[in-house]
């Protein structure tokens, strides 16, 4: 859709100048706290399953995907101070913007999944859900904003996060494909600022 790259890229350009001075704020704090870079970048599946490096400000330790799972869970020791105020304020996704501008993300679509977890998708929704380019919200990241908190409630996140989360989180990802506009787009653009909000 050619309005929605038209937004897109729009609204991110906008949103890094604007927010510019935030974002250096951000870094600098990072940087403040603990080595390494300011960026947490990983390996995520976008539009017709190619894969890209998502840009996420760091709020983990150096290498913390070495030393546990691939999903945060619950009040993980691998979060740095800033790291946690970064997380619970969502602020850390501001550098997919960057992603967004550069055309490998856009401001609404399904979440980017990392490749470990895109395996366990039903064949069929995998080829609609990456039929488009994923997103930095939609309405399963509104609904599992405190995922974290929920799965570290789990004696096991990993299984509860494939049998109870993702399954949950492909019906929205389908939803949004089959029903996605422009004016969707926009509300659940204000609906995430509200979530956040509150």
Do not use: C
């Amino acid at each position: 859709m050619i309005v929605k790259r038209l937004f897109d890229l729009l609204a991110s350009g906008i949103g890094l100048l604007v927010l510019s001075p935030l974002l250096l704020v951000i870094a600098l704090a990072i940087k403040w706290e603990s080595h390494g870079s300011v960026f947490f970048r990983q390996e995520r599946v976008g539009q017709f399953g190619k894969t890209f490096r998502i840009h996420k400000f760091r709020t983990m330790v150096t290498d913390a995907e070495r030393q546990g799972l691939q999903i945060t869970v619950g009040a993980d020791a691998r979060i740095t101070r800033v790291g946690a105020v970064l997380r619970k304020s969502k602020l850390d996704e501001l550098a997919q913007l960057i992603d967004v501008f550069t055309g490998h993300m856009s401001l609404v679509g399904p979440r980017p999944e990392v490749p470990k977890y895109v395996a366990y998708y039903p064949a069929a929704a995998r080829a609609l859900v990456q039929s488009v380019k994923p997103g930095i919200t939609d309405w399963a990241s509104i609904k599992f904003k405190d995922e974290n908190d929920i799965l570290g409630k789990s004696s096991d996140p990993h299984a509860a996060y494939i049998n109870e989360v993702l399954p949950i989180k492909i019906a929205f990802y389908s939803d949004y494909v089959r029903q996605r506009s422009f004016f969707g787009d926009l509300h659940i653009i204000f609906a995430t600022f509200g979530a956040l909000l509150r």
